[in-house]
């Protein structure tokens, strides 16, 4: 069985601040791959990163950075310097094994206030 | 289109009726899968197609729901006999084609459907 845990379900924060999204997983599977994907208000889906389980280098793009460690299955997402716009429910997803079907975390509300 | 495109947007029934509730996706896509999102809730898998053929809807909740997609492009979602449980947004994605345990192919995902069973 797969799982996704978020243990923070809202986050609020000031502009420019940094923020840490929590993610952590279960899987038995020795392959997988890690997702976070960002749902603004107008609802659809926007995937942000993909890694697989051979690939444990972190990640920086712009102002995300990804932090992906298995001895503690965890997958943790960075915001630096946060912006009004980055508001938004983040969700961290697991797919497992030859599985197609991605297991979602509940997601976390992220609040930037100016 | 340039995405994965939903129909209707939103859609409200009365307990009891059936809905139909329609996925376009990427041109291309051979695979496609159904998610259910309730309420504060993350999606939740329903069903994966790899072309015409349902590959895995070990996520669909009961013999209510059943999904098609007949000429491996357009699927439609039927809900019978709809109750209030069944409110939420369900989500539709498509990828280039399915996966295997070595690799993957990023699922991208349409606007959803609201459904509101009264």
């Known amino acids: 069985a797969q799982k996704v845990t978020q243990a923070q379900t809202e986050i609020s924060v000031v502009e420019k601040e940094d923020v840490t999204l929590d993610c952590v997983y279960e899987?038995?599977?020795?392959?997988?791959?890690l997702f976070w994907y960002k749902q603004p208000p107008s609802g659809e889906l926007v995937f942000l990163i993909r890694?697989?389980?051979?690939?444990?280098q972190n990640e920086i793009s712009g102002r995300y950075s990804w932090n992906f460690q298995k001895s503690t299955s965890s997958f943790n997402f960075t915001i630096t310097a946060s912006q009004v716009v980055d508001s938004a429910v983040y969700f961290c997803a697991l797919r497992g094994g030859a599985n197609s079907k991605l297991t979602f975390g509940k997601g976390i509300t992220l609040s930037v206030r100016p | 289109g340039a995405g994965v495109s939903q129909t209707p947007s939103n859609k409200v029934t009365e307990k009891g009726k059936y809905v139909e509730l329609r996925c376009d996706p990427i041109s291309g896509h051979t695979a496609l899968y159904w998610y259910r999102q309730s309420l504060g809730q993350g999606p939740e898998f329903l069903i994966y197609f790899q072309g015409t053929g349902a590959a895995d809807d070990s996520g669909l909740p009961n013999d209510r729901f059943f999904a098609v997609r007949p000429e491996g492009s357009v699927s439609t979602l039927k809900i019978q006999r709809t109750e209030r449980g069944d409110s939420a947004v369900y989500l539709c994605?498509?990828?280039?084609?399915?996966?295997?345990?070595?690799?993957?192919?990023?699922?991208?995902f349409g606007p959803g459907t609201r459904l509101t069973v009264l």
């Open positions: 899987t038995r599977d020795t392959t997988y791959y």
């Open positions: 890694r697989n389980s051979f690939d444990e």
């Open positions: 994605a498509s990828s280039l084609e399915g996966t295997s345990a070595s690799s993957y192919n990023e699922q991208f």
